[in-house]
């Protein structure tokens, strides 16, 4: 590529319409000339042969994508990962800002993954090491995307639930109850004061525990604890299949009296995340599966608050990330940034629930909420409220019994003095520490 080539992959955001980009944030390391390596990165994952043979053409001025920002960060000694590579010469860091010309794909996510993270973006020669730090969409884009039917409000609507965390739960043992031990187990969970009882991740539509048997024992449960509370509940049932099954199993837990549903955004594609939001009635929740294999190496794959970003673009209503515990393995940086791009403005698209989880207890509400800094988050502990030493009722009024110290700016351990539940949670954990 020549100097006049690699200049046509080089603009001003000044010079460009920008309501007709995507602005794209990436690291990447470079071997060799960094213009020319970044040239052919803009050139591999948009306009690749820019003209015919012969044909006095250049496609590059519309659908080139355009480096509009570089900073190199330095030399290094080699890459931060063994990466087969065929280029030679020096190798620098950079943090690069490309503006990539939507006509290519239109709003359609499958086409912009393939873009911007695809082939051409991680085959580039020069550029063997990549990471998608960030995306930004102009709001002639977002436009054409729905977003969450019913986002923060809508659930706290739902629920009757305002001014404090929404309390979700994730049912255990999740593998191998038996569809009416487990509604059992939620019951008294609601009981307690659950907002939302939860199938985890990986219980699916299995022959011992079917999404239409499950469903109904959870349907009927859930009535079950709203006429005795006086306090509406919901039951989030995992239709997480194969895609051309989601509608079906949508219909039959949606009948059988599940009133949100659970999906695993990523392994089933975020396109198909789409199409539910579009066709659903009853909130719909994400999980993280299959993030960390794209976001956890610090210099390599995509950020997983892109993912994070995308999910609530294809319509999610709450999306369930790694949160804080030191099991999940993500810094508290990146988890705080997820929880952002859930609620910061996004056009007319409405914010979803942000509900970072793992290893969650009533004595980690506190450090949540602190980290949070708001009430607009979901509060998803697993084992804190099913593990609890006098059964999920007591797990759950656990919970609550925390917020009313939170509220009240007790401290935790003297309102356990008057609040059994919650101080069998404390004792379980010191025992714990002894």
């Known amino acids: 590529m020549n100097a006049e080539d690699v200049k046509g992959f080089f603009a001003s955001r000044e010079s460009l319409d920008m309501e007709q980009y995507l602005v794209l944030d990436y690291y990447l390391e470079t071997v060799g000339e960094i213009e020319t390596a970044l040239a052919h990165f803009c050139s591999e994952q948009s306009t690749a042969q820019w003209k015919r043979v012969d044909v006095d053409e250049d496609f590059r001025p519309v659908h080139a994508a355009r480096v509009i920002g570089l900073d190199v960060l330095g030399e290094l000694e080699q890459l931060s990962y063994p990466v087969k590579h065929s280029e030679s010469g020096k190798i620098h860091a950079c943090r690069v800002t490309i503006a990539h010309p939507h006509c290519n794909f239109g709003p359609k996510l499958p086409n912009l993954l393939t873009a911007v993270c695809g082939e051409g973006t991680f085959f580039t020669p020069g550029v063997p090491v990549v990471k998608l730090m960030d995306i930004q969409f102009p709001d002639s884009y977002l436009a054409e995307f729905a977003g969450p039917k019913f986002g ?6 739902v629920l009757n639930a305002h001014n ?4 979700f739960g994730v049912v255990k043992p999740n593998i191998g109850l038996s569809p009416e031990e487990f509604a059992e187990i939620a019951y008294q969970s609601w009981l307690g004061g659950l907002d939302i009882a939860k199938d985890d991740e990986m219980l699916a ?4 525990s079917s999404i239409d048997e499950r469903s109904a024992f959870l349907g009927k449960a859930r009535r079950k604890a709203e006429a005795e509370t006086g306090d509406p509940k919901v039951y989030l049932a995992n239709i997480t299949d194969e895609v051309d099954s989601l509608i079906d199993k949508h219909d039959i837990a949606v009948r059988n009296g599940a009133n949100a549903l659970l999906i695993n955004a990523l392994p ?4 198909a995340v789409r199409m539910l939001s579009d066709y659903t009635q009853v909130p719909l929740i994400g999980h993280f599966p299959f993030i960390a294999a794209f976001s956890r190496m610090e210099k390599f794959g995509i950020h997983s608050k892109v993912m994070t970003k995308l999910q609530r673009l294809a319509g999610l209503d709450a999306i369930i990330m790694p949160g804080f515990g030191g099991r999940m393995m993500t810094p508290e940086e990146e988890v705080l940034e997820n929880v952002e791009e859930c609620t910061k403005p996004m056009g007319h698209i409405k914010p979803s629930l942000p509900v970072p989880g793992g290893s969650d207890s009533a004595l980690t509400l506190q450090t ?3 980290k949070v800094g708001s009430v607009d988050f979901g509060f998803v502990p697993g084992r804190g409220i099913f593990g609890h030493p006098m059964g999920p009722k007591a797990g759950a009024q656990s919970i609550r019994q925390a917020w009313e110290a939170i509220e009240q700016g007790i401290p935790l351990e003297t309102y356990g003095e008057s609040h059994p539940e919650l101080q069998a949670m404390i004792d379980q954990a010191a025992k714990k520490q002894d």
């Open 164 to 167: 404090r965390p929404i309390f």
């Open 205 to 208: 539509d299995v022959t011992w």
């Open 368 to 370: 949540v909420y602190e």
């Open 268 to 271: 089933v594609g975020l396109s």
């Open 152 to 157: 923060i409000e809508g659930l706290r609507d």
